[in-house]
């Protein structure tokens, strides 16, 4: 929302809201509630600390935890002392986690105790020198951290903050496999809130409680989390997404408003506590990752009775780019569900050709956006942003068509990106995991459907002559080298992969291909 003049930084935000509504709950969670007032006073004395520390001017502070009301603690005490927050994502292997802490040539870095082990295998593989700071946000004391925090005055530092300064900075993958830090400034995240605001299907009130579970290094888990403090609303803290924990913290919380992944709405409707559980609380939820199918958004409005709408954005974006409002769901009419829904206000999005021409409806093509909360570009990569920010436009890699309502349809991904559980993984990436073990001497990943996970990793394997392995090998071995959420679900092995005369490899060929296998099963 576009509410309030006093409100230009992220800094900005436990301020105002501290001022307004000092004693109103801003964040439960698991052991804690706090107030707006302490979550000013605290996010101070980390400010305070951090400039005890006297770090390079504008230096990206790493933060390697699950939700808690700490992470929004150092989210804006961080962006109270001048520094751009970059939350890690837990989930990568030690040697992807310190590729991505030596991009940001983060000099500090905040982490949960428990990702210490984590932690002790990313310092040796880091090239700069950083700085690691231990916090137990579940017990609140005798963590180095609390050590640190209480050593400061909870006083406003009164840092000035231009709000063309970077105030995240959140990685995604890239296609060739290195990580690429999405610039995103603080008058981006405002502008997004003036964006909100004019859009009739996003009103909040400062009596909604939001529900958040969707991890904080996505923008989806911090900037919801975000727009809900920003209108004075409370935010609900889960961890991480386990089922019978979120039942229970909707049991506990009462939230209005959730977002999750199809995947995880149907795991809350399949859980044996979900019939017990009172969600009439709940007023909306939000969804993305992945259309929803007809069945299961019939399932869902029957057992859960609250409106759905789905969004559709990118780390780049700053946001949601486009929803696909309540009143556009059409449980008669399955193919408009698997639309993304039509821009907000003051976004924009186009569909090209390969030159770049506007494409008319129903012509596919590729898919631009542009947003007024859009990325600056990413961290020290000016080819990379170069080739992703033109003219103001984000070049999604989504390819993508118009109906003649003017609903959007993503059908494919340039860049070969497979959802999958909600997470975004490059096929690239696992490609290049599998290519290294000897018996592998071609490969190609691709997305299949899946009911459960929206679309599944799915590799297919060329051996080398006279080798042999098992499939549970070749997992075994990319699990060393990539996340666990990466591997490939189905490996399938042939003796050759479909080439273009150019020799290019045709994953559309084997993506129809394998589908084809599939539905004979």
């Not at 940001?104 to 700069?128: H, K, M, W």
Request: overall charge negative.
């Amino acid at each position: 929302m576009w509410l309030y003049a006093d409100i230009k930084a992220l800094g900005d935000i436990p301020r105002y809201q501290a001022r307004a509504l000092p004693d109103k709950i801003a964040i439960n969670d698991a052991s804690v509630s706090i107030s707006f007032k302490v979550l000013d006073e605290n996010s101070n004395r980390i400010a305070n600390g951090l400039l005890d520390l006297d770090l390079p001017l504008r230096s990206h502070v790493g933060f390697l935890g699950k939700n808690s009301a700490r992470y929004f603690e150092i989210l804006f005490g961080v962006s109270k002392s001048g520094h751009a927050l970059s939350p890690l994502n837990w989930r990568l292997a030690p040697s992807e986690l310190a590729q991505v802490i030596d991009d940001s040539q983060a000099p500090l870095v905040f982490y949960d105790r428990e990702f210490a082990a984590l932690i002790g295998q990313v310092t040796p593989r880091c090239a700069n020198t950083v700085n690691f700071i231990e916090l137990d946000p579940g017990k609140r004391d005798g963590s180095p951290f609390d050590v640190w925090f209480s050593a400061f005055d909870a006083g406003d530092p009164q840092v000035e903050i231009d709000p063309r300064q970077t105030a995240l900075l959140m990685y995604t993958s890239g296609t060739t496999g290195r990580p690429k830090g999405a610039q995103i400034q603080h008058q981006a995240l405002n502008l997004m809130r003036l964006s909100e605001h004019l859009e009739p299907a996003l009103l909040w009130t400062a009596a909604d409680v939001m529900l958040t579970v969707m991890p904080n290094f996505h923008l989806v888990g911090t900037g919801l989390s975000l727009q809900c403090l920003y209108n004075g609303s409370t935010l609900s803290v889960l961890p991480m997404l386990e089922i019978g924990e979120l039942l229970r913290c909707i049991a506990r919380d009462r939230p209005t408003v959730c977002a999750m992944v199809p995947t995880a709405i149907q795991m809350l409707l399949d859980h044996p506590d979900c019939a017990n559980t009172d969600l009439s609380s709940l007023r909306l939820v939000m969804y993305a990752g992945s259309p929803i199918s007809a069945r299961l958004l019939q399932r869902a409005i029957t057992e859960m009775k609250c409106r759905f709408m789905q969004f559709y954005g990118a780390t780049e974006t700053g946001g949601a780019a486009t929803l696909l409002r309540p009143e556009q769901h059409r449980i008669d009419d399955p193919q408009k569900l698997k639309s993304c829904g039509t821009p907000l206000p003051l976004i924009d999005v186009r569909i090209v050709d390969e030159s770049g021409a506007d494409l008319p409806t129903g012509r596919i093509g590729e898919m631009l956006v542009r947003t007024p909360g859009s990325a600056m570009g990413y961290w020290n990569q000016p080819e990379a942003s170069a080739a992703a920010f033109q003219n103001g436009w984000y070049r999604s890699g989504d390819v993508a068509y118009r109906d003649d309502e003017g609903l959007i349809y993503i059908v494919d991904r340039v860049k070969d990106m497979i959802v999958t559980g909600g997470e975004n993984v490059y096929s690239t990436e696992v490609e290049q995991a599998l290519q290294t073990h000897p018996a592998v001497l071609q490969c190609a990943v691709i997305g299949l459907p899946d009911l459960r996970w929206g679309e599944k990793v799915t590799a297919v394997v060329v051996l080398a002559s006279g080798m042999d392995i098992a499939a549970a090998d070749l997992v075994a071995h990319c699990r060393e080298r990539i996340a666990g959420y990466k591997l490939p679900k189905t490996i399938v092995f042939r003796d050759a992969l479909p080439m273009s005369p150019a020799g290019k490899l045709l994953k559309r060929v084997l993506r129809d291909q394998l589908a084809a296998d599939e539905a004979k099963l």
